[in-house]
């Protein structure tokens, strides 16, 4: 992988990671206001993010295991927090939409 490549595979997980957290957020934020239609379809948008996250991901881990070397960076380690933290919260996200949806039917 090149190191143009590389980069570009860094600012995808970044970015998507990113998006896909704001799109969580969303969907907690629709939940809360009883709009389910809207808390399901950004749980979609964030798992959209998700997946082109783990594209660029996936070509990483590719060409490392391919034998290229890759040079660990802070902005790539910063790219794979930014992952971690919008899977955790897409993951939670999930669960508090399921969780209002269940006190609203409990009225």
């Known amino acids: 992988m090149t190191e143009n490549n590389n980069m570009e595979a860094i600012m995808g997980l970044i970015i998507n990671g990113g998006n896909a ?4 957020f969303e969907a907690i934020r629709a939940a809360k206001s009883g709009d389910f239609i809207q808390a399901n379809a950004k749980l979609a ?3 959209q993010a998700l997946h082109a996250a783990h594209n660029s ?3 990483m881990l590719t060409s490392e295991a391919q034998g290229e070397t890759q040079t660990i960076t802070l902005l790539t380690v910063h790219s794979q927090d930014h992952l ?11 669960e508090m939409v399921e969780l209002y949806q269940r006190l609203k039917d409990q009225k």
């Open 45 to 47: 948008e964030a798992d």
């Open 84 to 94: 971690m933290n919008a899977i955790t919260f897409r993951d939670l996200a999930g």
């Open 21 to 24: 957290k704001s799109f969580a």
């Open 57 to 59: 991901q996936t070509a």
